[in-house]
């Protein structure tokens, strides 16, 4: 166990919906980023915040969004879902996050989202 | 942007062998190389890691080699088990901007046969 906590652990929904995903950083660290992984593209990196703030961007929809909250834990919505939107989703912990010493990324246990 | 290519994509070897996964990086900069293993439906999890001030780290029978001039780093796993069989991450980092986003290679199976 990771210490990362994420929910929902899966997610059935339609296409044109809207899901909200949730993620629990472990306990004392700042940063979360989140990632999706599919069958054809392997682990990408979406987005990352520090302490509340957005730190980063990656390869993410502008139909995806996200935010982190004063309690540090971190919610990614995603929304006109298409079928290709069908992933496993990972959040990832760091204790600070880009302040000159790359600290170790630990994963949650992923949300498997199904669009039908 | 960084590139990670990684192989082989699937390696198949017999309980005792050694395995070798070998991982390129193409930016320069990068200065934190993590592996993760991966079990089927679960969370990558960190199995060793190397900085670019180090060229060489071992932890019991896994161990990763970083070389900075070729840009490229490997993953030797000695005496596989069938615990061993997963797939196989590699990846790339620097801090840049305040982010140390991770840059995955595509993965290797590996699959260990008793």
């Known amino acids: 166990d990771s210490g990362v906590t994420q929910t929902p652990k899966h997610l059935i929904t339609a296409t044109g919906q809207r899901v909200t995903l949730r993620c629990s950083p472990r306990s004392g660290d700042l940063s979360v980023y989140w990632y999706q992984q599919s069958l054809d593209q392997g682990l990408q990196f979406l987005i990352q915040y520090y302490n509340g703030e957005e730190r980063a961007k990656g390869n993410i929809l502008e139909r995806f969004s996200a935010q982190q909250f004063p309690d540090l834990h971190s919610e990614l919505n995603l929304s006109s879902l298409e079928l290709g939107d069908s992933a496993l989703y990972f959040c990832?912990?760091?204790?600070?996050?880009?302040?000159?010493?790359?600290?170790?990324?630990?994963f949650g246990p992923g949300t498997r989202l199904t669009v039908l | 942007g960084e590139n990670v290519e990684q192989h082989p994509s699937t390696l198949s070897v017999q309980e005792g062998d050694s395995a070798v996964i070998k991982c390129t990086y193409s930016d320069s900069a990068s200065n934190y190389f993590p592996w993760y293993k991966q079990e089927l439906g679960k969370r990558p999890q960190l199995i060793i890691d190397i900085r670019s001030n180090v060229g060489e780290k071992k932890d019991q029978r896994i161990a990763v080699t970083l070389n900075k001039t070729a840009k490229h780093f490997s993953l030797h796993i000695t005496e596989t088990q069938p615990e061993d069989s997963a797939v196989y991450f590699c990846?790339?980092?620097?801090?840049?901007?305040?982010?140390?986003?991770?840059?995955f290679g595509k993965g290797t199976k590996l699959t260990v046969n008793p």
């Open positions: 990832a912990s760091s204790r600070r996050g880009g302040r000159g010493v790359t600290d170790t990324q630990y």
């Open positions: 990846a790339a980092s620097k801090t840049q901007g305040g982010s140390e986003k991770l840059v």
